[in-house]
């Protein structure tokens, strides 16, 4: 039997014990996939047992994932861009590899007619969620980011590092002007968390907006997009998609994120 699993504290909330066993049942295959409630001051030791307990590999979630950048044996371009790892896997001699599949996850759940050219993307937020999609963006080519964020210090460290311009939270409107796409990378519009506060007036009709939200599926941000006829892409194409690597390093089969799969997964929330 092949062993992975889903490191974090608290854990319980986590979809992917439900998104890997709906894989592993689809593809007939022997394997099982596990929640860790781990706390931080025992996640290296948690981490280094994996190999000594039979197990493929692991993800790692909220609050883990930059302090696993530190314990894994090596981490890939992506991972150390962003900070932080998502994904372990076991190696044939026990070394421990990291990488963060949350860039692939984003770009993958814009689908297939997205064009990086097309013109500047709007990121609000500037946290761990930021990180990866201005990696994301960067790395294909997105011809300007422009990173709004309400303290404006975090904003123009990540701009200095990662590239892109950082905007003042007082000027967040303007900077929708021309833009085709609009990121939410930040907790509001969440279920028991006050709605993003941005007029889409200025927002060009032809821009894409996507939430990285995914509980509520419907954020206000995203009603408010339907509704002036822009595409609306909600967060939970994210998290199927940056699970499709890990899958297949552990259990040896690509995945597919299919909407029976959506389905079942939106049953959950």
Known sequence: MKLAGVMGWPVAHSRSPALHGWWLRRYGIDGAYVPFAVRPERLEQAIRALPALGFAG????????????????????????????????????????GSNTDAFGF?????????????????????????????????????EIRIVNRTLARAEALAAELGGRAVPWDRRETALEGAALLVNATSQGMTGQPPLDLSLERLPKSATVIDTVYVPLETPLLAAARARGNRAVDGLGMLLHQARPGFEAWFGVAPEVTPA???AIEATL
């Not at 994932?65 to 001699?93: F, H, M, Q, S, Y």
Request: glycine share 12%.
């Open 58 to 97: 692991c993800n790692v979630t909220i609050p883990h994932k930059e302090a696993a950048l530190r314990i894994v044996d090596r981490a890939d371009a992506t991972a150390r861009r962003i900070g932080a790892v998502n994904t372990i896997v076991v190696g044939p001699d026990g070394s421990l590899s």
């Open 107 to 143: 770009v993958e759940s814009l689908g297939p007619d997205w064009r990086p050219d097309a013109g500047p993307a709007v990121v609000m937020g500037a946290g761990g969620a930021a990180r990866a999609i201005i990696v994301a963006l960067a790395d294909r080519g997105v011809p």
């Open 261 to 263: 799969l959506r389905e």
